[in-house]
């Protein structure tokens, strides 16, 4: 059976795609995975590393740019609906899934007018605007939160969880109490980092003079800012790792003992499911807020603090650090709270749906 996931831009959209393709495959040894996305985005790089082929479509976003890229944008959707249908003619994929990004909307759209099963999958609590239009088309709706908001029609739709990469549930069998040593915390703003927490934590780093030796920091930055960042670590005489990207994040989430880092759905479930006490500073500028709804459940849950962008500082980031290093039992039971919120069964509900689908098609 052949499978062909649509979309990513970033690891919020692409690494649910992964864990997906993962379970697919498990599934069977037979089957076969086309990904589709965009010479930009991250797949191109961590998709040729993992060994999955990937097609490109050139499409670009529309909302929140300025009205002359909007247009150009608005523009290319007809060619790339085009390059959609000569890569499913050539393919012939029993379903296709769009996991969200700028491909998952010309390639979905086009399966569906082709008479091919299709399905979407939404991470956040708040759905963006193409899944609510794709939603309209789709055999399937694959949720990650309840649909409070009834964007969906619930016949079609199905709460799985946001999928989680196989390394996840190794890694979350591998955990084991930590010995002595430094206490670890993981600092990442996404795949493409994010620069306000990456001069947050420096500036937190410089304030954190009294525990500064009992702490490490492993700190993705993204391209732009590892050689500023690793040089201010240097000068600080702070123990750290510096990368501009983590491909083993799930290594990386099993040595933290705390992380810092934004609210995307993803990184959520996959903070969830390793148990992991966190500090979420939501992207502010996120479609309709909806990193704030993703920090507030767990926040609800009493599994993480949540610090708005606008409030974030050096001193205030400091202050919370220090608050929780100096009293273990609170992130010991904040892990424990975060645990009880994880998922790991969404990547095989999700695959398993999708060969029913295809199935029902195929005796048809």
Same mark, same amino acid.
């Given at each position: 059976m052949k499978m062909m996931i649509a979309g990513g831009g970033t690891g919020g959209h692409l690494f649910p795609g992964i864990a997906i393709a993962e379970a697919f495959l498990k599934k069977d040894g037979e089957n076969e995975i086309l990904f589709v996305g965009t010479e930009r985005g991250l797949e191109k790089?961590?998709?040729?590393?993992?060994?999955?082929?990937?097609?490109?479509?050139?499409?670009?976003?529309? &909302?929140?740019?300025?009205?002359? !890229? /909007?247009?150009?944008?608005?523009?290319? @959707?007809?060619? =790339?609906?085009?390059?959609?249908?000569?890569?499913?003619?050539?393919?012939?994929?029993?379903?296709?899934?769009?996991?969200?990004?700028?491909?998952?909307?010309?390639?979905?759209?086009?399966a569906h007018f082709m008479g091919i099963k299709t399905a979407i999958a939404e991470q956040n609590a708040l759905p963006g605007v193409t899944n609510r239009i794709l939603s309209k088309f789709?055999?399937?709706?694959?949720?990650?939160?309840?649909?409070?908001? &009834?964007?969906?029609?619930?016949? !079609? /739709?199905?709460?799985?969880?946001?999928? @989680?990469?196989? =390394?996840?549930?190794?890694?979350?069998?591998?955990?084991?109490?930590k010995e002595e040593g430094p206490f670890q915390i993981l600092i990442f703003g996404?795949?493409?980092?994010?620069h306000a927490i990456n001069i947050a934590v420096l500036a937190a780093a410089a304030e954190l003079e009294k525990s500064r030796e009992k702490l490490q920091f492993i700190h993705q930055t993204g391209e732009k800012d590892v050689r500023e960042i690793r040089d201010a670590y240097k000068r600080l005489n702070m123990s750290a790792e510096v990368h501009p990207f983590i491909m083993d994040m799930a290594k990386a989430y099993q040595e933290a003992d705390l992380l810092i880092c934004r609210a995307g759905a993803t990184s959520v479930a996959e903070i969830t499911a390793?148990?992991?006490?966190?500090?979420?500073?939501?992207?502010?500028?996120?479609?309709?807020?909806?990193?704030?709804?993703?920090?507030?459940?767990?926040?609800?849950?009493?599994?993480?603090?949540?610090?708005?962008?606008?409030?974030?500082?050096?001193?205030?980031?400091?202050?919370?650090?220090?608050?929780?290093?100096?009293?273990?039992?609170?992130?010991?039971?904040?892990?424990?709270r975060s645990k009880a919120l994880g998922n790991f069964r969404a990547a095989d509900d999700v695959a398993e749906a999708c060969i029913k689908m295809a199935t029902s098609q195929i005796l048809h």
């Open positions: 790089r961590v998709l040729k590393e993992l060994g999955y082929p990937l097609e490109t479509l050139d499409i670009e976003g529309i &909302k929140g740019r300025s009205w002359k !890229r /909007s247009i150009q944008a608005a523009f290319k @959707i007809p060619g =790339s609906i085009m390059q959609a249908y000569k890569i499913i003619s050539k393919y012939s994929p029993d379903v296709v899934i769009g996991v969200g990004g700028y491909a998952s909307g010309p390639a979905v759209l086009t789709v055999d399937k709706i694959f949720l990650s939160f309840p649909d409070r908001g &009834k964007w969906f029609p619930e016949a !079609r /739709s199905m709460v799985t969880g946001n999928p @989680i990469r196989a =390394s996840f549930d190794t890694g979350r069998e591998m955990l084991k109490k996404g795949s493409q980092g994010a390793m148990g992991k006490a966190a500090i979420l500073i939501p992207f502010p500028f996120a479609i309709n807020d909806h990193q704030t709804k993703n920090a507030e459940i767990l926040v609800h849950a009493q599994a993480a603090i949540m610090i708005p962008e606008k409030d974030l500082s050096g001193r205030h980031l400091a202050d919370t650090i220090e608050r929780l290093t100096g009293h273990p039992e609170t992130i010991e039971d904040m892990s424990k």
